[in-house]
């Protein structure tokens, strides 16, 4: 199936850590990603992790991936209350590179940053 | 400058009638895409168009007629709307080679009535 999964909800105070957890479903995607909603907005792209890596480090963004569970996560460090958003893993099916390739994105996870 | 719009940025509508949203994108991308986030907010791709042809149709009832008169344009238009049609409609756009990174425009949310 397509099913990428996520919790539907963390809640964390204001400088703490906050870890999202995604498991997806294909193990031949390439590319995984997260993207950030803000309230009535579109989708925004943080980051991204090629398949080849365990992990990556954008400033305060850490992607750790584990292919062999199939299982992605975002850790926040420092988390601010302007981090409070929707979050989306989602991973790449079809053709690498190609025009089929497609997003299947995952339930998304609601971050309630407390002051 | 936006890089990829949307209008109307809400829609309000009674069942039965026929509408368009319209996209547009400035990023010389290839690849435009329609996706549908439900009240739930789950995210699913309805189409993609490469150079103006359809890529990907994501089993969409074909009340939904996407038509993309240039690559830099992709509306949506949709006929007999019904209730269950309610919903936020993103568009995106892509390079569509290579890193796979969609920019979304801020979406539609159409309501049915």
């Known amino acids: 199936g397509e099913d990428v999964e996520q919790s539907l909800f963390l809640s964390v105070r204001e400088g703490d850590s906050s870890v999202i957890n995604c498991t997806y479903t294909d193990s031949s995607s390439t590319y995984l990603y997260w993207y950030k909603q803000e309230p009535g907005a579109g989708l925004q792209l943080l980051t991204y992790?090629?398949?080849?890596?365990d992990m990556k480090q954008d400033q305060r963004l850490t992607v750790l991936l584990n292919k062999k569970d199939k299982h992605l996560s975002l850790r926040i460090a420092d988390t601010q209350t302007g981090d409070s958003a929707i979050y989306f893993c989602?991973?790449?099916?079809?053709?690498?590179?190609?025009?089929?390739?497609?997003?299947?994105f995952g339930t998304g996870t609601l971050l309630a940053v407390q002051p | 400058d936006t890089a990829v719009s949307q209008t109307p940025k809400y829609l309000v509508t009674q069942m039965g009638n026929d509408k368009s949203i319209k996209c547009e994108q400035n990023?010389?991308?290839?690849?435009m895409y329609w996706y549908k986030q439900d009240s739930k907010k789950f995210l699913k791709i309805m189409f993609s168009?490469?150079?103006?042809?359809?890529?990907i149709n994501e089993t969409v009832p074909n009340r939904f007629s996407p038509k993309s008169p240039d690559k830099a344009h992709l509306n949506l238009h949709i006929n007999s709307l019904e209730l269950g049609d309610s919903a936020v409609y993103f568009c995106?756009?892509?390079?569509?080679?290579?890193?796979?990174?969609?920019?979304f425009g801020p979406g539609t949310r159409l309501t049915v009535t």
């Open positions: 989602a991973e790449t099916l079809g053709d690498y590179g190609g025009a089929t390739n497609k997003l299947i």
């Open positions: 990023l010389g991308h290839d690849t």
């Open positions: 992790i090629f398949s080849n890596m």
């Open positions: 995106a756009s892509s390079s569509g080679t290579g890193r796979y990174e969609q920019y």
């Open positions: 168009y490469n150079n103006k042809e359809l890529i």
